[in-house]
């Protein structure tokens, strides 16, 4: 079983590796996109899923690493990878500067200041001449769809082995065990402080780098679509569709929400904007523990697990 | 001087509104503990049901108020009672993910049916000013003021002083012992959303008029809600409007000495501040 497990999940990667060989330049454009979602939805599923904190700030990591490459190769001319790390190095100096006082509020309250904090990066963004303030950078063009493909898939890969990871070592467990029980956990001896902001840190990174190749991709950048706080909610959604706090789930979803959105803008933009709304409410009403909850437990109660979840969490 | 109290008025002004527009906001989340985050995209519902109750209809935009308020009530009533009691206790970010979802839905089709044209609702006194000591201030935007601290007033009465405002408290309090002393919390967790978007909608009415509407005005405005939210405390209206005026003076002081683009950080900025300091707002109870 476990084998098979292995086995299926390696063709599938396999695939996707070769998926340039054979896809069209709208098909690697399209997974591009996806695979770069699938890993902010993983970054968001170790800070959001794991440790039971609903940041709605991962698109402020997004933005820095953007930043990161941008600043570094439009305004210092060094070479895409340099930026990647000064991306990552911001996103790592913003989780430690302001996830220590931030991670020490809970459940609405530390959403609300994440997603305060989107928008004050923006806001200070908008005014910095180094990041092209309100106009924005453009960045040198590299017509290598491919090149960015696999950089992603190899993105999302390193994302989902430390999630994997995350699942059984010590600060995984350490993780969950916040989740579940803050104050437990502090009595069993975890030092949640560092551990919240270790996974907050860790988040970011993955997010940046996503950030990254990005806007080296697309060659643009502003500071509305950097820190675009949709962005953040669609990470969110994308986890809780596919199952927050499990290792495949994130990008279950991701995959299944990026087509749905995908199929759906070819037709007219505004009803598939307001389709795919109504995919988020009855998704939260039928399945709110996302697809996994559904695969686990749909053989056993068939098409009464959905009435189930509205009986067990109406009032 | 004069141009430091000018900016003083204005702000006020403005923060007089700014409370309206959070107090929905702080109710729904006082009481039911739901974040609603299509909270701004209800104003803008309010803003375009007065627009064309004054276009078509030719309803003065202050006195259509109770119409949008009314029509907004029902709203709230039939989403709170339709989808909202279904995952009222799934995990808390749920909720965040259906009132984000809502916001999504209405946005889009307020793109189909209004079109992305901006608005603007004037009436034939919209232009007019008064001047006191040198001070000009507009009649419009003091009776938009004026009309939201007094509806805040009227909603501090309701909930401290009727029989339903009461029963809304104890539901928020203790959900259970509520049950016990016959309160049916799915009806009134409708009427409370629904109070919840009435308040939306009369905000979204006066914001018509100092403001030009769009469909894309929710999402600023929901951001603005919880920086008031939570710079003035859930517990009370009053507290609302204190974070609406400080909301405002903050914005124009920053404005006048700073500069207009970093308005926005320094009110996002104090309400991280807040935040971190008192997360139950200035003027909140100690957690």
Known sequence: MKALRIILILIVLAALALLPEYGSDTVIQFGISTLLLAVLAQGWNIIGGYTGYPSFGNSVFYGLGAYGVGIAMVQWQLPFAVGMIFGVVLAVVFAFLLGVPVLRLKGHYFAIATLALGQIMAAIVSNVPLAGQNIGLVLPPLNDDRL?????????????????????????????????????????????????????????????????????????????????LTLNVKMIIMVVFGGPGTVLGPIVGSFILSAISELLSSEVTSIAGLFFGIVIVVAVVLMPRGLADVIRRFHRLGWHYFIDNIRTNRI | MDLLLQVLINGILQGGLYAIVALGLALVWGVLNIVNLSHGAFIMLGAYISWYSFHWLGVDPFLGLPITAVLMFLVGYAIQRGILNLIVRSPMFNTLLITFGLEVVLTYLAQLVFSADFRTINPSYSGRNMTVLGITIPLVRLAACVMAIVLTLIMWYFLLHTRLGRAIRATAQNLSAARLYGVEPRHLYAVTFGLGLALAGAAGGLYGTVSQINPYIGATLTAKSFAIAIIGGLDTPLGVIAGGLILGLIESLTTLYIGPTFADVASFGVLVLVLIIRPTGLLGRTA
Do not use: C
Not at chain 1, 154 to 182: C, D, K, P, Q
């Open chain 1, 148 to 228: 960015f493909y696999e950089l992603s898939l190899i993105l999302l890969v390193a994302a989902t082995l430390t999630v994997w990871w995350l699942t059984r070592s010590r600060f995984g467990f350490g993780l969950i065990a916040i989740r579940e029980n803050e104050e437990g956990a502090v009595v069993m001896g975890v030092d949640t402080t560092r551990y919240k902001v270790l996974a907050f840190a860790l988040a970011g990174i993955f997010s940046a780098l996503a950030g990254g190749i990005h806007a080296y991709w697309i060659t643009f950048l502003d500071p509305e679509s950097a820190f675009d």
